[in-house]
């Protein structure tokens, strides 16, 4: 039978401002460690509710993302025969030919020549139907044939002028915002959208960036795929689920925040870790007389182990737990940066999941273990006659 | 000394201390029946707490054996001393050594957590003890809600839970006043007599002395008779 829990929980309340402190340091790890893992998480989820099961997305094989692929409208018209595309209502392919593209717009509060990417999405009506999650909250749906826009509610809330009524002006022309759009947690709530023909024209563009179609059936993908990869027509282009491509594409900021943070945080760790380390080694020293009593008792070195262990564990689970407590209310707020594969703007939020509980709780435990163990070793190899002389 | 239950044969202790050899014991022997209440006096540094922590377990010979109850205690491994400790031993210190932050009952029970005894046989154990000492209305007190003399009675509670062969104290009175003295000289006694409990005890204390059967002089290392 090991030393009773309640010696080493209780044995840290005798000296509360150095074991509140080293909480508190460790409670700072925690915090910075849960928010990297959720604004990475955040990051991906935004990206993946972006794309539909249902749906399959068409690039240029170079392109790693929309704004870079260019789809010809030879090839965009030879992809919509294919049969494995559904039907929709009209009896037309239900596939929407977009064109993206970015233009330069000022957040609230930045100076005159401080400007944003954000990016501007022609659709086709397909495009809205098979994109559900984007739901109007405000004004009305832009005119087809007109030079309107509606704006994603992350883009109307940080950027100047995007008022219903207002109008902004790029490719030598003035566009009205008639509407404000929500699109659930997904990438589309940075968007702007228009009219795919309107913005095919005002760019002089000559080719679609992507193509997303709705599959008759889900598992008509692998074929698709395979056309894809065998039929000269298509040598040029790549077919992927929407999801995945979404997934994909939210790898690259969300690994590079992963391993930012992740860093930035081991670093803050040793920190943390020392002062543990202090913490118990002055616990040691003070206990000195206990730890004698305890051994003359008849208690193993390891139980002693066990026993400073755990009190230096506790601290780095209460500091967790603190830490994570703090992170959660982040998940109140949404930021935003510049999409690595886009180059524009896109906003997300912080997500909590189990997994970063169970990773923070584990790092913790870490800490606490390493910066537990010197001391309590020392403690285990104290010399039962000499502790209990020392008082 | 075919009736000891304490057998401490040609022992002696040399502590190091850088490169000197300090000797504290030399080529000592006693005996300590079973039930006898003995006292060990004699100057500071005359080896007293050496030889009872030797008796205790919790220090080793430097030569020389140490059996106690049949058990050649100076050949055991750490491991096992320790094991053995927390059957035969009950510890009695001069300041104490009541662990700070758990209550006059855990205090009691920590030995018994060493035992195979269920949580309900321990809290008889531990009840029993903490009567014996006379302290059955401070089980919940914390040490620091103690006096002197309460938290000295809580450790000889601690001492005898687990009915060890022998209590070994270490100037038991030494931090208390002569009152409390007393009734913890008194309730030594009572264990002595009422329990037959073999009791070695160091004293500076004459009057402590006086109530142990029999008082050995250690003087230099060496042992004289009273």
Known sequence: ?391 | MPDSIVEVKNVSKIYKRDTMDIPVLQNLSLGVPEGEFLALMGPSGSGKTTLLNLIAGIDRPSSGSINIAGTDISTLSESALAKWRSRHVGFVFQFYNLIPVLTAYENVELPLLLTDLSKADRKKHVETALGVVGLSDRIHHYPKQLSGGQEQRVAIARAIVTDPTIIVADEPTGDLDRKSAEDVLALLEQLNQEFKKTIVMVTHDPAAAEKAHKTRHLDKGELSMN
């Open chain 1, 1 to 391: 039978m090991k030393i009773p829990l309640s010696y080493s929980f209780r044995s840290l309340w005798t000296r509360k401002l150095t074991t509140f402190l080293t909480i508190a340091g460790v409670a700072l790890v925690a915090f910075v460690f849960t928010a990297v893992l959720m604004l990475a998480n955040g990051i991906k989820d935004t990206m993946v509710a972006t794309g539909s099961d249902d749906n399959a997305i068409v690039l240029r094989k170079s392109a790693e993302s929309e704004t870079l692929s260019i789809i010809t409208f030879d090839e965009a018209n030879t992809i919509g025969t294919q049969p494995e595309i559904a039907v929709g209502s009209d009896g037309q392919p239900l596939m929407t030919k977009e064109v993206l593209t970015i233009i330069n717009l000022r957040k609230h509060g930045a100076g005159p020549s401080d400007l944003s990417n954000v990016t501007v999405r022609g659709v086709t009506p397909d495009g809205v139907m098979l994109r559900p999650q984007v739901k109007l909250t405000e004004g009305r749906m832009f005119n087809f044939g007109a030079s309107e826009l509606i704006v994603g509610n992350e883009i109307a809330d940080r950027f100047d002028g995007m008022e219903i009524g207002k109008t902004i002006k790029f490719a030598g022309r003035l566009w009205t915002i008639v509407g404000h759009f929500d699109a659930g947690k997904s990438g589309f709530a940075s968007d702007i959208w228009g009219d795919q023909n309107q913005i095919l024209q005002a760019f002089h563009r000559q080719a679609y960036s992507s193509i997303v179609m709705r599959l008759r059936d889900k598992k008509d993908f692998s074929a698709l795929k395979t056309k894809f990869e065998s039929d000269p027509r298509f040598n040029d282009l790549k077919i992927e689920p929407e999801k995945q491509f979404y997934a994909e594409q939210s790898e690259t900021l969300s690994n590079f925040i992963s391993i930012l943070g992740i860093v930035i945080t081991v670093i803050f760790s040793f920190g943390a870790m020392i002062g543990a380390m202090i913490t118990m080694y002055a616990a040691v020293a003070n206990r000195t007389v206990e730890i004698g009593t305890l051994r003359a008792l008849g208690f193993q070195r390891r139980s002693v182990l066990g026993a400073f262990l755990i009190e230096s564990l506790f601290i780095a689970l209460l500091g967790a737990g603190i830490g994570l407590v703090c992170a959660l209310f982040l998940s109140f707020l949404t930021i935003s940066t510049t999409d690595f594969s886009s180059f524009s703007e896109i906003a997300f939020g912080f997500t909590m999941t189990p997994s970063i509980v169970i990773s923070t709780l584990v790092f913790a435990t870490l800490m606490g273990f390493v910066g537990g163990f010197l001391p309590s070793f020392r403690a285990a190899r104290l010399d039962i006659v000499n502790a209990l002389r020392s008082g």
